[in-house]
């Protein structure tokens, strides 16, 4: 959430001192003014004029020329002067200077940094060096502005032993500016300016200067579009402060332009010689890469990227009718994009689901060199590179929250001849790479893991991966998926073992692509060094995603829905014969294959339900389910009681305690054991039609299916539901709020 621009309740200094009363620097005053500051703000700035234009406009409250005069009194100072002159004032500071706290505004912090340790001996515990990632091509306090920081990000970069009050109040300063303040370290801090800012305005710089000095200027100029003019407005930003900065941030600004002529030089080759699919894939990885990382950035923090807040909040009751076709399966979506990369020729992808764990997937390849066009409504058009043709990406791949995509990735990149980096979300990072990790070693893969075998994965290229024969310790798709693709760079054989049935999506794809992959009983195996070739791939409807709207229907009195085209595999109904063992009107309509994969038309009309003692055959096929599942659980008659299913502790949250604690916190009575749960539903009562069990507060703890399985609960809830940390949802289900909406549920979305 954003921090409150009024809140100075944390901010107590009596007096704050501004050095250099500049746009920076009055901008800072007017936003504590603003803010309702109720100490006392003053100035000192070279330029008596400005000082005087400071107070004649309101912004200070007393100011002037020398520092002797002004230090004294002040309890915070902030430093905006420009970067090469920081070391001077810090000279003349340093004799005046008593127990204030020190922080300044400037664009690079190693310089400042270096100028401390000269002037003082090393930096004091009380200067805590920040940067507001907010400003202007216009200057001096006449170009000031009350909310330049509101909604701006601001970065802190603390030492070891930075005073920790110093570091409290500085932050207090900017939260009452209304900014979102984060910290890094003055080496990051540094690395990541010189690309994402620094950069940027020297090439805006460089070109407005290259076509001021040609002789047909005039008509360059008078002719220049909006893209020209965006591109260049920060060329008219002040000189002198802008060479300060490319001065002191020379190495890293150095090592940017290096990365970006290297850039050019590959596009300059492409089109002289007339390289469509070399320049379509550089255009199409920089446009969606805008798109994608613009995206994260609305909906997560700084570099971490923790989601932002969303809260869904669900009235009692409502009904489900309709007919309606939920996104496209995510785990073929993953699959289809992998495997379309490996293929020779081009791959046409229908029913894509355009959700930001895919997303994330096809921009991981994007980042290896492949060209991909698309998702433009579903459809996805894949420029294979064949096996070997996967490039060194610049630097880690970011798969998002998608479990699934990191652990087939590591199969698939660990028989590539570059070194990579798979790393995700902060849920993510909480989840156990183990059960890939260890067979992959196995085979002769080298493979670095965090604590705990958890991500990041650090795979080193270049190995020569054998065969094996590996039995499963547990059931996992993800698992076996990671082992064959594995295989397909490895000498000789392998073959899985899995020890109960799983979903079988890569073994499909593969032979579909033409890749032969063999199946008896249990086992799975594969020969390495074949090939793929490339073909269509419709993507059905998710079943997962289905599941939601299965199971509301299923528990809501006069409920008739349809969903369209959804994928049946034998191997994913797990949820279809739970909810029919449990009594549930659903039937398949209109059952044929696409691609090789299953897909049917699914209706299902309100009956009440029983509960069960969930086979145990069925606990694999329906494992991403059971959020859901237990809902239909909470709604039926009598007791439903799961065993074996283990694996719902190491999902995106341990999902079995996060059902079971909002289940509770509903009023449903649920006991949890290692490896299963009992629910004592309320169904079969005389009031059919009545709640099931109250409202509550729900924490989501960011699971996707947790937010969403209470979500329909709401349906039968005899009070509001309020489920924090859905923001999730947008990873496994783009548009569920609107297709919930469209069924009749009284469903409403908070930021």
Same mark, same amino acid.
């Given at each position: ?191 990541? %300016?010189? +690309?994402? !800012? @620094?950069?940027? &305005?020297?090439?805006?710089?460089? /070109?407005?200067? #290259?076509?001021?000095?040609?002789? =047909? ?65 550089? %255009?199409? +990885?920089? !446009? @969606?890469?805008? &798109?994608?990382?613009?995206?994260? /950035?609305?909906? #997560?923090?700084?570099?971490?990227? =923790? ?445």
């Amino acid at each position: 959430m954003q921090p409150d621009p009024q809140d100075t309740s944390g901010l107590a200094e009596p007096r704050v001192l501004i050095v250099g009363l500049g746009m920076i620097g009055g901008s800072l005053a007017r936003a504590l003014r603003a803010a309702g500051f109720e100490g006392e703000i003053v100035a000192c700035d070279r330029d008596a004029i400005e000082i005087a234009r400071g107070l004649e406009m309101g912004v200070i409250d007393d100011g002037g020329t020398s520092l002797a005069a002004l230090v004294p009194r002040s309890s915070l100072i902030v430093l905006a002067v420009p970067v090469l002159a920081m070391e001077g004032v810090l000279h003349a500071l340093a004799p005046l200077l008593d127990d204030q706290v020190v922080t300044d505004v400037g664009s690079t912090k190693q310089a400042i940094r270096d100028a401390a340790r000269r002037v003082f001996g090393g930096l004091p515990p009380t200067m805590v060096l920040g940067h507001p990632i907010a400003g202007s091509e216009k200057s001096g306090v006449a170009a000031s502005d009350a909310s330049l920081y509101r909604r701006h990000k601001v970065i802190l970069t603390p030492e070891a032993d930075t005073d920790p009050v110093a570091l409290m109040r500085v932050r207090a300063m900017w939260i009452a500016c209304g900014a979102e303040v984060l910290e890094m370290t003055i080496e990051r801090h540094d690395e990541v %300016l010189a +690309r994402t !800012s @620094h950069l940027p &305005h020297l090439l805006a710089f460089s /070109l407005v200067d #290259t076509l001021a000095r040609q002789d =047909e200027r005039l008509e360059i100029f008078r002719y220049a579009a909006g893209g020209f003019r965006d591109f260049t407005r920060i060329a008219g930003s002040d000189p002198v402060m802008w060479r300060d900065i490319f001065t002191a941030n020379r190495t890293a600004l150095l090592n940017a332009l290096d990365d970006f002529e290297n850039g050019i030089a590959g596009l300059r080759a492409a089109i002289a010689a007339d390289d469509q699919d070399a320049l379509l894939a550089t %255009l199409d +990885r920089a !446009s @969606h890469a805008r &798109h994608y990382f613009d995206t994260l /950035l609305n909906k #997560t923090r700084y570099q971490t990227m =923790e989601p932002r807040n969303v809260r869904y909040r669900v009235s009692p009751g409502g009904s489900v009718s309709g007919s309606i076709r939920v996104p496209g399966d995510k785990s073929i979506s993953h699959r289809a994009i992998m495997l379309g990369a490996l293929a020779e020729g081009v791959t046409q992808v229908q029913g894509f689901l355009e959700g930001e764990d895919s997303l994330a997937t096809l921009q991981a390849f994007r980042e290896m060199g492949v060209a991909i066009e698309g998702p433009h409504q579903g459809r996805v058009t894949i420029h294979g590179v064949g096996m070997h043709g996967l490039q060194k990406p610049a630097g880690p791949l970011y798969v998002g929250n998608a479990g699934t995509a990191m652990r087939l990735f590591a199969g698939l990149l660990a028989g590539q001849a570059f070194d990579t980096e798979l790393t995700g979300d902060a849920s993510l990072t909480r989840r156990p790479m183990g059960r890939v990790a260890d067979p992959l070693r196995l085979m002769g893969a080298v493979i670095e893991t965090a604590d705990g075998q958890r991500p990041p994965l650090r795979i080193k290229g270049g190995q020569q991966l054998e065969g094996i024969a590996y039995d499963m310790p547990m059931a996992s798709a993800q698992v076996k998926s990671c082992l064959l693709l594995a295989g397909l760079y490895a000498e000789g054989e392998t073959r899985v073992r899995e020890p109960a049935p799983t979903r079988d999506h890569t073994e499909r794809m593969l032979n579909g692509f033409g890749y032969p992959v063999h199946r008896q009983d249990d086992v799975a195996w594969l020969e390495g060094g074949g090939r793929l070739s490339a073909g269509p791939i419709d993507v059905p409807s998710d079943i997962s995603s289905a599941t939601f709207f299965l199971v509301a229907a299923a528990i809501t009195p006069g409920s008739d829905l349809i969903l369209e085209h959804v994928g049946v595999n034998p191997t994913r109904i797990g949820v279809i014969n739970i909810l029919k063992a449990m009594g549930a009107d659903l039937e398949l309509l209109d059952e044929h294959e696409v691609g090789g994969e299953p897909v049917a038309n699914i209706r299902i009309r309100y009956v009440p339900l029983q509960g069960i003692d969930i086979p145990a055959e069925q606990v694999p096929l329906a494992i991403d389910e059971f959020p859901a599942l237990f809902i239909a659980a909470a709604n039926a008659a009598g007791t439903t009681r799961l065993r074996g299913a283990e694996e719902l502790r190491v999902k995106e949250s341990d999902r079995l305690q996060a059902m079971a604690d909002g289940l509770q916190a509903l009023g449903v009575e649920a006991t949890l054991y290692e490896d299963g749960i009992d629910i004592v539903g309320r169904g079969g009562g005389q009031d059919e039609d009545g709640p099931s069990y109250g409202g509550g507060q729900i924490d989501s703890l960011g699971d996707h299916r947790i937010a969403m399985a209470f979500t329909i609960a709401g349906l039968r809830a005899g009070d509001e539901i309020v489920i924090d940390d859905c923001a999730n949802v947008a990873t496994s289900f783009p548009g569920f709020v609107d297709l919930a909406r469209r069924v009749g549920l009284q469903l409403d979305e908070e930021g």
